[in-house]
């Protein structure tokens, strides 16, 4: 069964980066039929999409988070990472590493259960 | 980017009786690459339907994806106790892929 877990520092002040690792587990990262993606949730809202990466490291972003983000991957630990950068009180949420398909089947179907990460001084 | 609006915001119904969620586009998209998840209280999303219409591994058959073009309906055909919990819609046929803002079924 796949799993995947976030971690990283709960707490980060205004302006500096934030940043997160997923770890997968019970399969590998490096197939082609995924990409590997990072979806936050600000507390009580809705879901953003904020970017997604394959194994290869080709990746793609959300435009309205301005190139604040970057994604990379280390097959050889399996995992992807997220870094954030210039981060406001906006960007507090429960943030989410999870598994998406390629091509015609972007949907996320496997998730980590989710960190939260406070932006404040 | 397409927006998804989510209708009714919330719904209140008894377990046995039927839920239909509304998922409206902003504009059409490629093919019927909409899925739905369903979230309850400090869980992930969890992935009910793809391509519209196809059911998760695992996913009961009283819940059902339906719609095309720029409608789509989620279908809970008889509410159980677990099914009371906080449904998105996402696109995936246009990037950003983008979801919309939630519909809660509560119990009445």
């Known amino acids: 069964q796949l799993q995947l877990q976030e971690s990283g520092p709960g707490l980060v002040k205004p302006s500096e980066t934030l940043s997160l690792t997923c770890t997968v587990s019970?399969?590998?990262?490096?197939?082609?039929?995924?990409?590997w993606g990072w979806i936050r949730q600000p507390p009580g809202k809705g879901l953003e999409w904020i970017g997604s990466i394959n194994y290869s490291g080709n990746t793609y972003d959300n435009p309205s988070l301005k190139s604040r983000v970057t994604i990379s991957v280390d097959t050889s630990k399996n995992q992807f990472s997220l870094k954030l950068s210039s981060v406001t009180a906006a960007d507090t949420a429960v943030y989410y590493c999870?598994?998406?398909?390629?091509?015609?089947?972007?949907?996320?179907?496997?998730w980590g259960q989710g960190t939260l990460v406070t932006v404040s001084s | 980017e397409i927006v998804l609006t989510q209708s009714p915001g919330t719904l209140s119904l008894s377990p046995g009786e039927r839920a239909t969620l509304s998922c409206r586009a902003s504009q059409s998209f490629s093919s019927s690459y909409l899925a739905w998840y369903q979230q309850k209280p400090g869980q992930a999303p969890r992935l009910l339907i793809y391509g519209a219409s196809s059911r998760a591994t695992g996913i009961p058959d009283r819940f059902s994806g339906s719609g095309s073009g720029t409608d789509f309906t989620l279908t809970i055909s008889r509410l159980e106790p677990e099914d009371f919990a906080v449904y998105y819609c996402?696109?995936?046929?246009?990037?950003?892929?983008?979801f919309g803002q939630g519909t809660k079924v509560e119990i009445k």
């Open positions: 019970g399969g590998s990262i490096s197939s082609s039929s995924y990409y």
């Open positions: 996402q696109q995936y046929g246009s990037s950003p892929p983008t």
């Open positions: 999870a598994r998406q398909g390629q091509w015609h089947s972007k949907y996320f179907d496997y």
